[in-house]
C-alpha cells in the first residue's frame, strides 16, 4: 500500500506532534511553518549575549508512572536530566508590607501559613487544601485520551467512575472561577494569593489539579528551556523522515469538490497531499485559509462571543548580578505607578532565570516580567513604529522601578531589555489577538468539546490549542496524538506508537 502525505499547517507543539504520529503510522508528513524555528508560541530567542524564553513556564506530569509519561516518551521529549523538579512553585510578595509567602509542594506549610495571615479564613483554607490534596497523583489524560469523535458514553461512564470520590470537585462551587469563589475570604491578601495561583477566572477545580500535581512533585521546570524542548521535538520528527519547510506561510487549504487537497502559500506556491491537518491559528485557519465556507452557528459563535486567553506584555530583562536566594517565580502586585502598556492587571509575575546556566553567561541572569496587557491599543499603536517603540522603553523602565522596590540596586545592572507585547505574539504565531493560549479557559470553554473536523470538508482535521481551549503543552500534544487516531480510523488502519 502506497503510503498517504499529509501536510501540516504549523509547526508549533501541536503540528510536530502531528508529525511524529503521523509518521509513526506510516503516512509522509511534511509540515510548512510561517516561522524559521519549531515552537510557536514556546519561542526563543537571543538578544546580546541572554536567551530569552518567551514560552513555556513549566512542565506537567514529565514523570515516570503518570499515563502521560508515555506521551513524553513516544515525543521523545523525555531527557530526565533535563527536568528540574520545582519545589517552590511561586513566591508572593506584597511590596506595600514587605509580607512574602512561598507556595511550595508542601501544601500543609501552605495552608499553615495562610491560617497564620488570617486565621478568620481557617474554614475556607482548610477546605481548599482538602481539594487540592484529592487531586495528588491525579491522571493528566483523564478526559484527554481520545478525540471528542472516537469517545463514547461508555467511555464517559469510564472516566468519570476513574475519578471516583473526586468526582465532586468537578462541579458545584468547584466549578466556579476562582475570583469568584475567594469573594469569601476576608483578608484581602490572602484572597489575591489564592486568585493568582494559576488565571483568576479559571475555574477552582483547574487550580486544585495544579496544586495537585505540585504536591506529587509532577511539575517540573526544563533546564534547556522551551527551544531544548522544541528542538527535542523537531530532531524526533526528522529522525522518523518527517519534513519541515520553514518561512512557508500558508495562505489558502486548497478544496476541491469539498475534499482538502493541499495548500496555497503567500509566496504562490501549491503543494497537494493526500490530507490537510492545520495546527495553526484557528480563526485563520476557518475564516482565512478555508474563507469560512465550512462552518455551522456553533463554529461561529464560538469564535465571536468565546473569551480569549488575555494576551500579555513580556519585558526580559539580562541582569548583571546573580539571584541566588530566589525562587524561579515571584509574583507582586504592581505598586500603582505604571501607566504605560496598556496594562491590564496588576499582577508582574516575574521569572528569573537562576535555575539553568542555559540562559546568561556566568554571574548573569535573565529576569522576565510577564502581565497582562490588551490587544487593540498595541494593534494600533503598531501601525507607527515611533510610538510603538516608544510606549515599549516607557513600559520597560517604569516596571524597572517596581523590580527596584524588590531588588535595590537591580536598576543600574541591567545591560540588556526585550519587550515582547501582544502584537509580537500575532506577528510570529498569528495567534488571534495575541491570545498565546487560544481559549481562555472558563468553566464552560474548558468542558466543550470542540471536533476535529468542519462540517462538510473532507481530508482536513484541526490540531492545536484552538481545539483545546486554555491550551498548554500536554492538552496541545495530545490534539495532534488525536489528528493521527483519526486519520487511522478513517484510513481502516490500527493507530500505533513507539518510543523514541
Ligand atoms: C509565555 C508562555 C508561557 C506558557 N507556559 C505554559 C506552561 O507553563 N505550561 C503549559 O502547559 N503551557 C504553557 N504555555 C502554553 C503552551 O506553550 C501553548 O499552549 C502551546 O505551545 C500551543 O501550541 P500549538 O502548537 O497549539 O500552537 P502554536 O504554538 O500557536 O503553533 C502554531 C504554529 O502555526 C504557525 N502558523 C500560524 N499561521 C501559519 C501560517 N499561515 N502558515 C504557516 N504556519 C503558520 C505558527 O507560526 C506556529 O508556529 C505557555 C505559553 C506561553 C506563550
Not at 548573569?364 to 498595541?378: G, L, N, R
Request: charged share 25%.
Amino acid at each position: 500500500m502506497t503510503e498517504k502525505n499529509i501536510i501540516i499547517i504549523g509547526a508549533g507543539l501541536a503540528g510536530l506532534a502531528t508529525g511524529i504520529y503521523a509518521q509513526m503510522n506510516g503516512y509522509r508528513a511534511h509540515i510548512f511553518e510561517h516561522g524559521n524555528q519549531p515552537g510557536g508560541v514556546s519561542a526563543t530567542w537571543k538578544r546580546k549575549g541572554y536567551t530569552i524564553d518567551g514560552g513555556i513556564h513549566f512542565y506537567m506530569g514529565f514523570r515516570p508512572g503518570q499515563p502521560v509519561h508515555d506521551l513524553y516518551r513516544e515525543l521523545g521529549i523525555y531527557q530526565a536530566d533535563q527536568y528540574q523538579e520545582i519545589a517552590t512553585y511561586g513566591r508572593y510578595l506584597d511590596p506595600t508590607s514587605n509580607r512574602t509567602l512561598d507556595l511550595t509542594s508542601d501544601l500543609d506549610r501552605f495552608s499553615a501559613e495562610l491560617k497564620a495571615i488570617s486565621p478568620n479564613d481557617t474554614d475556607f483554607i482548610d477546605e481548599f487544601i482538602k481539594g487540592a490534596k484529592a487531586f495528588k497523583n491525579v491522571s493528566f489524560t483523564t478526559g484527554l485520551d481520545k478525540p471528542p469523535e472516537m469517545t463514547g458514553f461508555w467511555d464517559t461512564a469510564k472516566m468519570m467512575l476513574s475519578m471516583g470520590k473526586k468526582i465532586k470537585y468537578y462541579g458545584g462551587r468547584y466549578n466556579l472561577p476562582m475570583n469568584e469563589a475567594v469573594k469569601d475570604v476576608k483578608e484581602p491578601w490572602v484572597r489575591e494569593i489564592l486568585e493568582g495561583i494559576f488565571l483568576p477566572d479559571v475555574p477552582v477545580w483547574f487550580v486544585l489539579f495544579v496544586l495537585g500535581m505540585l504536591a506529587s512533585g509532577n511539575i517540573a521546570l526544563r533546564l534547556d528551556g522551551s527551544a531544548g524542548f522544541a528542538s527535542a521535538l523537531e530532531k524526533r520528527f526528522t529522525n522518523l523522515r518527517g519534513q519541515i519547510t520553514y518561512k512557508a506561510t500558508v495562505e489558502e487549504i486548497l478544496v476541491e469538490n469539498d475534499r482538502a487537497v493541499g495548500i496555497r502559500l503567500k509566496d504562490g506556491d501549491e503543494h497537494r497531499a493526500d490530507r490537510v491537518v492545520s495546527a495553526a491559528d484557528g480563526y485563520s485557519t476557518i475564516f482565512e485559509f478555508l474563507k469560512g465556507r465550512f462552518v455551522d452557528n456553533i463554529i461561529r459563535e464560538r469564535y465571536e462571543k468565546w473569551p480569549l486567553f488575555n494576551p500579555v506584555v513580556m519585558i526580559s530583562y539580562g541582569v548583571n548580578r546573580e539571584f541566588q536566594d530566589d525562587p524561579w517565580m515571584v509574583v507582586i502586585k504592581s505598586t500603582g505607578n505604571i501607566t504605560a502598556g496598556h496594562l491590564t492587571g496588576p499582577w508582574l509575575a516575574i521569572r528569573i532565570f537562576n535555575y539553568s546556566p542555559a540562559f546568561a553567561l556566568p554571574g548573569k541572569t535573565v529576569v522576565q516580567v510577564m502581565i497582562d496587557s490588551a490587544w487593540e491599543p498595541w494593534r494600533e499603536l503598531r501601525e507607527d513604529m515611533d510610538a510603538y517603540t516608544a510606549e515599549k522603553q516607557q513600559l520597560a523602565q517604569q516596571v524597572l522601578e517596581n523590580l527596584s522596590g524588590v531588588w535595590p540596586g537591580i536598576a543600574d545592572q541591567v545591560d540588556m531589555t526585550d519587550v515582547a507585547t501582544p502584537y509580537t505574539y500575532y506577528r510570529c504565531t498569528f495567534n488571534r489577538k495575541g491570545a498565546y493560549e487560544g481559549f481562555s479557559i472558563t468553566p464552560e470553554t474548558i468542558r466543550t468539546k470542540i471536533y476535529r473536523t468542519l462540517p462538510g470538508l473532507k481530508n482536513f482535521l484541526m490540531a492545536g490549542q484552538w481545539v483545546s481551549p486554555g491550551g498548554g503543552v500536554i492538552p496541545s500534544l495530545m490534539t495532534g496524538k488525536h489528528a493521527v487516531m483519526l486519520l487511522c480510523r478513517q484510513d481502516g488502519k490500527r493507530f500505533e506508537t513507539t518510543e523514541a
